[in-house]
Nanobody, 124 residues
Framework: QAQLVESGGGLVQAGASLRLSCAASGLTFSVTTMAWFRQAPGKEREVVSVISSGGANTYYADSAKGRFTISRDNAKNTVYLQMNSLNAEDTAVYYC?????????????????WGQGTQVTVSS
């Protein structure tokens, strides 16, 4: 049974940085595309960033470009999201998601496995 466990969320002030981690188990991580989504209260879940199975290709939502960096360590079965220059609009529950194959995907229904989420709160 695949399992994704996020960590690294918290309460920070505007302008601060956080690094989220997602540890995967029960799946062949090296052939799995990984993504970070987020969902703010009253809003739909939206993609933040995606990284292909080998790490060569990435996608960022416009809101993340220039501030967030996605990376992965296939030896550790872990994907990361480095978030810099955080602002109040980044406040949300952040979810890690996985799908088989190398192709990038931006829609939540394209992902098979999900973590439980980690809360990120940015105070202004």
């Amino acid at each position: 049974q695949a399992q994704l466990v996020e960590s690294g969320g918290g309460l920070v002030q505007a302008g601060a940085s956080l690094r989220l981690s997602c540890a995967a188990s029960g799946l062949t991580f090296s052939v799995t595309t990984m993504a970070w989504f987020r969902q703010a209260p009253g809003k739909e879940r939206e993609v933040v960033s995606v990284i292909s199975s080998g790490g060569a290709n990435t996608y960022y939502a416009d809101s993340a470009k220039g501030r967030f960096t996605i990376s992965r360590d296939n030896a550790k079965n872990t994907v990361y999201l480095q978030m810099n220059s955080l602002n109040a609009e980044d406040t949300a529950v952040y979810y890690c998601a996985a799908r088989a194959g190398a192709a990038l995907a931006e829609r939540h229904y394209e992902y098979t496995y999900w973590g439980q989420g980690t809360q990120v709160t940015v105070s202004s």
